[in-house]
């Protein structure tokens, strides 16, 4: 009895590896969106004051004092006929992202960036500022004191900066006005999009979908149109927020094509799983010219009418590393980044040599160079 049990989990063992890896798994509200309930962006021109001598020269930047003397005239200050040279004050642009069915009096994150010639934002205030829409429409109103993660100091004979000080962000810092015109309620289906397009995946969503259904409802509701949309038809008396409750919390199966990322300006490389490379032999090596400029001064003898010269003196080395040929056959992930560790060159190397086996045709991947 034990031996059958011992061949049946073998056998079972063999059937696990043939299949290969699984998929990995993830829930609808993971991999995707509801059409309907997707962002809309927002931006606002505005003052910062406050600032302790950084901000915006006037002549520099007119629009500046433009919009400070409007903004006082506003107020009842009158500048007419006067110069204003402060330097606590900076012309900004505000940014924001307004939320799916964001309700007014709630309040969202805010993004401000410098205009003019300011030099940092640190301290500064962001007074009374509209957001509007792409159809020019106000959604909501922007005002608070600006957080910036940059730091800038300096002298007469060096500066010293980490991060960017002439941006920075207001947690909370508009409120929204006027609501966006959503119909949620009253829609007959749903659209959902997937964040990485894949036909596997969307099939994989609607079958999904459509278990679920037949047993809640007793018929399928969904259909995926194309690699990026699943249509969901809405059932007769069903609830739409519970119903897409409901199924943003089914689990799928998420699938992708292979794909190698290549950032060469920092020297970064992301392989996915799937990434094969056929049985190929690569040769990398690196040639090295060093050119040493030793001048020479050359002093004329004592009590002689000559003068001192100069003999140039230049020293070339040449030197050639690498040139071992390596096997490189990929048929996993781990095995493809042991033949690349093999071959003992820097990320800018393999860069290159991924850049060769596809124009060889060895590399079973999408390129894609960043």
């Known amino acids: 009895m034990q031996s059958l049990l011992a061949r049946l989990a073998a056998f079972v063992a063999c059937l696990l590896l043939a299949a290969g890896p699984a998929l990995p798994a993830a829930r609808i509200k993971d991999v995707a969106s509801l059409q309907a309930g997707r962002e809309n962006q927002l931006i606002g021109y505005g003052l910062v004051v406050g600032l302790q001598g950084t901000g915006d020269s006037m002549r520099s930047s007119p629009f500046t004092e433009q919009s400070m003397r409007a903004m006082l005239q506003n107020l009842g200050i009158s500048m007419v006929g006067t110069q204003t040279r402060a330097k606590n004050i900076a012309a900004v642009l505000v940014t924001a992202n307004l939320p799916p069915f964001a309700s007014p009096g709630s309040r969202i994150d805010i993004t401000v960036g410098s205009l003019g010639d300011a030099t940092s934002l640190r301290g500064g205030t962001l007074v009374m500022t509209s957001l509007s829409g792409a ?118 199966e998420t699938d992708a094509p292979a794909r190698v990322v290549i950032n060469e300006r920092t020297g970064t490389i992301v392989i996915g799983q799937d990434v094969r490379i056929s049985p190929v032999a690569v040769s990398y090596g690196t040639l090295t010219v060093q050119v040493n400029e030793m001048p020479e001064v050359i002093q004329p003898e004592p009590f002689s009418r000559g003068v001192t010269a100069v003999q140039p003196r230049t020293d070339i080395l040449v030197q050639e590393d690498g040139g071992n040929v390596a096997m490189l056959d990929g048929s996993s992930l781990r095995s493809l980044v042991s033949g690349l560790n093999s071959i003992g060159v820097k990320p800018d190397g393999i860069i290159s040599i991924l850049q060769s086996i596809k124009t060889a045709g060895a590399l079973q991947a999408e390129l894609v160079l960043q």
């Open 135 to 252: 159809d020019g429409a106000i959604y909501a109103v922007a005002q608070g004191s600006i957080v910036v993660t940059g730091v800038s100091a300096g002298g007469d004979a060096a500066t010293v900066q980490q991060g960017v000080t002439t941006a920075g962000r207001v947690p909370n810092g508009a409120i929204i006005e006027r609501e966006l015109p959503s119909r949620f309620k009253d829609a007959s289906d749903l659209v959902l999009q997937l964040r990485n397009p894949d036909f596997s995946t969307a099939v994989g969503m609607a079958d999904a979908i459509n278990r679920y259904a037949a047993a809640q409802y007793g018929a399928p509701i969904a259909e995926s149109r194309d690699s990026q949309s699943v249509y969901i038809a809405k059932p007769k008396m069903a609830d739409l927020a519970r119903l897409m409750a409901d199924i943003e919390n089914l689990v799928v």
